[in-house]
Nanobody, 119 residues
């Protein structure tokens, strides 16, 4: 059974930084795409960033230049470095994964970690 476990969320002031981590388990196969979605209260879930095992990345326009996704392919882990955080980044962030190569991995997702940006 595939499990994605996120960590690193929390409360941060505007302009601050957080680093999210996600560990995948329950499969012997590499995830060729891993990423992060988020869902704010009253809004639809949206892609934040995704990365393939080959190094291609995909970012939402709203986070370009502020967020950086990275992967450890050998460990099936994915990270999201979030800088210059804004109140509108407040949301539950979900780790996502897919065995196929895709710019929007959504075959598997974790339980989510809350990120709150507030002074």
């Amino acid at each position: 059974q595939v499990q994605l476990v996120e960590s690193g969320g929390g409360l941060v002031q505007p302009g601050g930084s957080l680093r999210l981590s996600c560990a995948a388990s329950g499969t012997i196969f590499r995830f060729n795409a891993m990423g992060w979605d988020r869902q704010a209260p009253g809004k639809q879930r949206e892609l934040v960033a995704a990365a393939t095992s080959g190094g291609s990345t995909n970012y939402a326009d709203s986070v370009k230049g502020r967020f950086t996704i990275s992967r450890d392919n050998a460990k099936n882990m994915v990270y999201l470095q979030m800088n210059s955080l804004k109140p509108e980044d407040t949301a539950v962030y979900y780790c996502t994964a897919a065995h196929r190569i895709t710019p929007r991995p959504d075959d598997y997702w974790g339980q989510g970690t809350q990120v709150t940006v507030s002074s």
